[in-house]
C-alpha cells in the first residue's frame, strides 16, 4: 500500500388571523480577497494505533477555516471524533467511505471560525487498523464566519484510467473555495487543471470559483491503482455581497387581508422589493413591488397589502434586487386564514446522529403534508411527503453538526420544528 494523502426550541406557526416574525440576518459580507491557502501538513504512520495526531508548522490564526482528511485500512471501523487543543469543534463533511476494495476507508471533517494557536488535531478512530492510518490538515483565511460549508461530494474508481474525479455538485455563490483531497492505492497522482497542488505528493489541491456553478475535484493518475476522490466547497467573505441587512419579515391577517411587513437595519444600493405568493410553497407568482429606500444607515420599515385565501396556507417571500440587477430572496412565511386545527409534531431523537430524522404527526388519516428541512441559515437540505402519522426522512448525506428546522406543511396547517444534529 502506498499513500499519498500522507440549544434547542421549537417554532409552530399554525395562523388564526395572527402574526408570523421571522429574525432573518442576511449577513453583509465585506468585499475581500475571500480565502487564502496558510497551511497544508499530513501524517502517515504504520501503527495499530487508534488515533493520530498532527500539529500545524506554524499557529493558526482565530477565524480560519481547518480542513482534516483521515484515512487508514479496515472497513468495520470509522472516525469517532476529531478534536484540537483549542477545544474547536469538528463536524464530518463526508464518510465513512469504503474504497479500494474490502480495503480501506476515509473522512472529510472542518471546523470553521475557529479558535487559534499552536493546534494540534487529533482524530480517534472506533477501532485499530491494521497496519496504518493517515491525516492531512488544511488551514485557509478569508472564509465565511458562519457555517460555511456548500457542497460536498465523494467517488472512488480504480484500473488504468488516468481521471480520478470526486463528482460534480453546482455550488450556490461565486468566489467559493473548492477543496480536493484523492488518494491511491499505487501509482502517482498529479494536481488537475486549475488547482493548486498544496502538498508535495499532489493530493490535496484548491482553487477559487469565481462563478457559482457545476465544480468538482480532478487529479491525474499514474498506474494502475484503486483511489478516492473527495471534494468539499466553503463560502469566503467574497462569496456573498448583499447590499441589505434585513431583519424581520413578518405577516398578518385581518378580515380576509393579510398585512406584510419587513424591515431593514441597513441598505446599500438597494433598489426595490418584489413581493412573491404560493399557495403550495413551490409555485410563486409576483404579487407587487416596493420601491426602497436605496441607501440607509438606519432601520426602515417596509409594508405590503394583499388579499387572503380561505382555509388555506398562503406562502410569501421577497425578493430584493439591487442597482447592478442582482436579487436575493429572503426565507419563506406562511399565514393561514380561518380556523385550523392546531397540530403538533414529535421529533425524536432529539438531538439526532444527522442520518435520518424520526418522528409522529396527529394529522387525519391519509391528509398528504410536506417536510422541508432547512439549516440555520436557510439553506434547504431536503425535501419529502406523506401522508402517515409516523414519518422518516432520510438525509441525502450526513449533516454537520448544529442547528437545523423542520417545516411540516399541509393545506390547513404550518408547523416548524428545531431540532439538533450532533456527532
Avoid at 131 to 159: C, M, Q
Amino acid at each position: 500500500m502506498k499513500s499519498y494523502f500522507q440549544k434547542k426550541q421549537d417554532k409552530t406557526y399554525v395562523f388564526k388571523c395572527v402574526t408570523i416574525s421571522f429574525v432573518l440576518m442576511f449577513g453583509i459580507l465585506t468585499e475581500s480577497i475571500g480565502q487564502t491557502h496558510v497551511q497544508t501538513i499530513t501524517q502517515f504512520q504504520m501503527t495499530t494505533a487508534t488515533t493520530i495526531a498532527k500539529a500545524f508548522a506554524s499557529a493558526s490564526t482565530s477565524g480560519n477555516l481547518i480542513v482534516v482528511g483521515v484515512d487508514w485500512d479496515g472497513q468495520t471501523r470509522s472516525v469517532n471524533s476529531v478534536n484540537d487543543n483549542k477545544g474547536n469543534t469538528y463536524a464530518r463533511i463526508s464518510g465513512p467511505t469504503n474504497w479500494n476494495g474490502a480495503g480501506n476507508r476515509g473522512e472529510l471533517w472542518y471546523a470553521y471560525n475557529i479558535t487559534g494557536g499552536a493546534l494540534t488535531i487529533t482524530a480517534t478512530l472506533s477501532g485499530a487498523p491494521t497496519t496504518y492510518s493517515e491525516i492531512g490538515i488544511s488551514e485557509y483565511s478569508g472564509i465565511a464566519t458562519f457555517n460555511p460549508l456548500d457542497k460536498s461530494s465523494v467517488a472512488i474508481g480504480g484500473g488504468p484510467a488516468p481521471a480520478v474525479n470526486s463528482g460534480m455538485k453546482s455550488t450556490t455563490y461565486s468566489n467559493e473555495l473548492i477543496y480536493g483531497a484523492s488518494i491511491v492505492s499505487s501509482g502517482t497522482l498529479s494536481t488537475g487543471p486549475g488547482f493548486t497542488s498544496r502538498v508535495a505528493t499532489n493530493n490535496i489541491e484548491d482553487k477559487k470559483a469565481a462563478v457559482a456553478g457545476p465544480n468538482n475535484a480532478v487529479f491525474t493518475k499514474t498506474g494502475g491503482g484503486n483511489w478516492i476522490a473527495t471534494m468539499a466547497t466553503f463560502i469566503t467573505t467574497s462569496s456573498i455581497i448583499l447590499p441589505i441587512d434585513l431583519l424581520s419579515f413578518t405577516g398578518q391577517c385581518n378580515n380576509n387581508n393579510i398585512l406584510l411587513a419587513w424591515t431593514t437595519a441597513s441598505e446599500t444600493n438597494n433598489k426595490y422589493f418584489t413581493v412573491e405568493r404560493s399557495e403550495n410553497g413551490a409555485d410563486w407568482n409576483v404579487i407587487g413591488t416596493v420601491k426602497s429606500i436605496g441607501n440607509s444607515a438606519i432601520t426602515q420599515n417596509y409594508s405590503f397589502t394583499t388579499g387572503g385565501s380561505n382555509d388555506k396556507v398562503s406562502y410569501f417571500r421577497l425578493k430584493q434586487t439591487d442597482l447592478d440587477g442582482n436579487f436575493k430572496y429572503s426565507n419563506v412565511i406562511a399565514v393561514v386564514n380561518g380556523n385550523q386545527d392546531l397540530t403538533t409534531v414529535s421529533i425524536y431523537p432529539n438531538p439526532t446522529n444527522g442520518r435520518s430524522l424520526f418522528g409522529r404527526i396527529n394529522l387525519k388519516a391519509n391528509a398528504a403534508y410536506s417536510i422541508v428541512i432547512f439549516d440555520a441559515f436557510g439553506k434547504l437540505v431536503s425535501r419529502s411527503e406523506s401522508n402517515q402519522p409516523e414519518f422518516t426522512v432520510n438525509f441525502p448525506q450526513i449533516l454537520p453538526s448544529g442547528v437545523y428546522y423542520a417545516r411540516f406543511t399541509s393545506r390547513s396547517f404550518s408547523t416548524e420544528k428545531c431540532f439538533l444534529v450532533a456527532h
